[in-house]
């Protein structure tokens, strides 16, 4: 028997993981996947949690973005200034 554990939040869950958590969780599912050793079901299961894991952490990335882009702002509209090398 597999051990299935909650990957994503649902709405009213209480509070939403981390980032960091989204990142472990979705790591996990790939290995899971990549081990091969997984019933055909258990693998679509699998598939479909890390989907939505990415989603969720693609949302995350494009809110810290538009924070970043609010936080360089000057006066006038924000806008967008490549990272310094070196």
């Known amino acids: 028997m ?4 909650k990957t994503t939040q649902e ?3 209480g509070d939403e993981p981390s980032f ?3 990142v472990r969780r979705l790591e996990e599912a ?5 081990a ?6 258990e693998s679509l299961r699998v598939f479909e949690d890390g989907v939505k894991l990415a989603r969720a952490g693609a949302l995350r990335l494009d809110e810290a ?7 360089l ?7 967008v ?3 310094q090398d070196g």
């Open 65 to 71: 973005e538009r924070r970043v882009e609010l936080l």
């Open 73 to 79: 702002a000057g006066e006038g509209a924000p806008s």
């Open 36 to 41: 091969g050793t997984l019933p055909l079901d």
């Open 11 to 13: 709405p009213g869950d």
């Open 2 to 5: 597999t051990k299935r554990t």
């Open 30 to 34: 790939v290995e899971r996947l990549e």
């Open 20 to 22: 960091e958590e989204l």
């Open 81 to 83: 200034r490549p990272l």
